[in-house]
């Protein structure tokens, strides 16, 4: 993979959900209207998007409420099987990979802060942000270096011992 191909590559993705969404998406025509494909009887949760993600960029994806954002992020990383078009991750089509080789890739190149950011409300922030490193098997000092690495990246210096009731929303966003 060259430096300035991107890390994520999506070209025409679609995600119908409905009765026969890939039947369907093979004979609808180009530029239907969501109201048309719900005419049908179907929901377009992502249609035809196609973006590049270059190594260190940072993505947001702004929308309305139901405008299909969380859709097309679980897309990325197969949480919701794609209808259509193409994902690639570092060169390689996503669909072609096994379950173990799926696992792989949530595990070791993607990372997803969903709304409901699930923080453990027991453990301090240092130990909510150490906690999947924990799950990986890592040693206790690795996962402290590099949660306290972390933390300073997303603005949370000197609030390591914070419990996630003595934080803001955004802040217990950054967290997750």
């Known amino acids: 993979m060259t430096d300035n191909a991107p890390v994520i590559s999506c070209r025409n993705v679609w995600k119908l959900f409905g009765p026969s969404p890939e039947s369907y998406l093979s004979k609808i025509p180009e530029g239907i209207s ?85 923080l453990l409300p027991h453990r301090s922030v240092l130990d909510n942000v150490a906690f999947p490193l924990e799950m990986r098997g890592q040693d206790k000092h690795t996962r402290r270096e590099r949660a306290l690495e972390v933390i300073k990246l997303v603005g949370l210096e000197g609030r390591e011992e914070y419990f996630p009731r003595e934080l803001s929303g955004g802040q217990q966003q950054r967290v997750g």
Do not use: P, W
């Open 34 to 118: 969501y109201n048309d494909i719900r005419a049908d009887g179907y929901i377009a949760g992502v249609k035809d998007v196609s973006i590049d993600v270059s190594r260190g960029e940072m993505l947001v994806i702004m929308g309305l409420s139901g405008s299909g954002k969380s859709t097309l992020v679980r897309c990325f990383s197969r949480l919701h099987e794609i209808t259509g078009g193409t994902i690639k991750v570092e060169g390689q089509d996503i669909m072609s990979l096994s379950e173990k080789e799926l696992i792989e890739l949530r595990r070791n190149k993607m990372g997803m802060v969903f709304q409901s950011f699930g």
